[in-house]
């Protein structure tokens, strides 16, 4: 009888590098599919920020103009009032407690710093930007207040034009 205890030894270590080798490889798997899904949450969760960024800066928006009209008397003199208040001195206060909604790192900014009139209604732009170590996230929408309605009850503020980057 041959001894042969060197070869069983060989194969038996062969084997369980072999196994280990597999084992290592599926674990590297394992981690990079969390990676990816972790990404993935932090990418959705950052569009719903930059979502309630635009939504923010259009209730600040439907509050000013809900102000203006409890605070208007005289109903005929609405479209000038909307204009004096939206396009006048008062403009760059507007722009400033827009932009106040955000936080450190939600920023929210009216574009150009630009409102103006179009078509028989007032329109400005919305940008929402959030940005994370290794995430940005920008939206921009577009809004638009019509001043010519004479209706009470309805809508006066619309949004429009919702882009993400």
Sequence with gaps: MKKR?????IVTLLCCFILSCICLGCIELVKTNNDIVSTKEKSVKMEYEVKGGINLGCSKIVEEVNN????NI?????????KNHFLGNNKINIIKSIESMGDNQL???VVNNDIYLDDGYIKLDIESKKEDS???KTAICSVKINIKSTEENEK?????NYKET
């Design 134 to 136: 290794n995430f940005k």
């Design 74 to 82: 005289e109903e005929n003199d609405l479209e000038c009032n909307f």
């Design 107 to 109: 920023k929210i900014r």
């Design 68 to 71: 203006l009209i409890e605070n």
């Design 156 to 160: 006066r503020v619309f949004k429009y």
């Design 5 to 9: 205890n060197g070869s069983v030894m």
